[in-house]
């Protein structure tokens, strides 16, 4: 069966049917999902010239207010977001997207540009990079369980693997095991990460709003929303991102992004903070494209990255791949 969508998604390239896809789908906005971009920019630059050739960039403010307006906003319109704010956005994202004029939006992590934290799963994936270790046993919410590893590729997979247990967890239990991790596998985590890991500074951020860079917040800390049950805190890690982002910046922050923001992430008491605070949009990570009436705070998105195959990067963009 996977053979033959194989070949019918082929043939659907080869007849020429991407036009078709973006006709049908013409009043729906993409709005694409970035969050870490390699030194090799020659994928990504192939990208912006395909968004630039059958697309209509805009900016999410554009959208947004279209939206908020009733407002008809041009066929097939396209908006570029970055999650998170690493460095390699500034070294090699931007440059991209400004040599082909496409609008950026970037949501921020405010401690982390503060230089408070880095993200806590890179945390992990270090401390499995460190350790001498072959195994650990965790209890994860009450789970006790066992993980085994010896190669570079099993690191990885068991870092990535208790990160993703981590986001289903009480944010309590989440913090509890962030610092039990390194202890278990006998690493001390720096309180800078190294450079692979590294974080915009506020004079790089504020640097690239000059340049047109539009800025987003994305919490203080990067928690599960949902996961948290003290309404003070997250009241706090929302709106005190955005906070953090006008000081440094001098200007309003209108937009929100959920961290890991499938639907589950995030709670009717988040939704309210995040109108309460001012925010005019908030982006999901749920996949889909935004149409006349779509809720402005319950945004969708597609993930990409630039070395996403280049025929799926032309399905995704064009409506023809729901999966």
Known sequence: MAGLKSVLRQSVHS?????????????????????????????????CEHIRAHYRPITL????????????????????TVDDGYRDFLLYGYPAFRKFELPTMV???????DGKIWLWWNQIEYAFQQTQRKSIS???DGTPRDFSFETADQRLTMARTIAESLTRVEDSERLRLLGQIP????????????????????????????????????????????????????????EGSKIRLEQELGAPIRHFCYPNGSRSDFNDQTLRIIKQSGFLSAATTERGLNFPGSELHLIRRLGVEPELPRNYFKELLAGARKG
């Open 15 to 47: 007849f020429g049917g991407m036009p078709v896809f973006r006709f049908v789908n013409r009043k729906g906005v993409r709005i694409l999902m970035y969050h870490r971009f390699p030194a090799a920019t020659e994928a990504l630059e192939w990208q």
């Open 61 to 80: 403010q554009f959208f947004a207010e279209s939206l908020q307006s009733r407002q008809p906003l041009p066929p097939n319109a396209l908006v570029i």
């Open 107 to 113: 949501y921020l992590v405010s401690d982390f540009v």
């Open 138 to 140: 965790l209890n994860i």
């Open 183 to 238: 202890q278990l596998l006998e690493v001390e985590i720096p309180n800078t990460p190294p450079e692979q890991w590294a974080a915009l500074t506020w004079d790089e951020v504020r640097t690239l709003a000059k340049a047109g860079v539009d800025f987003g917040a994305h919490t203080k800390t990067h928690p599960i929303l949902s996961r948290i049950k003290d309404p003070e805190r997250q009241h706090d890690e929302i």
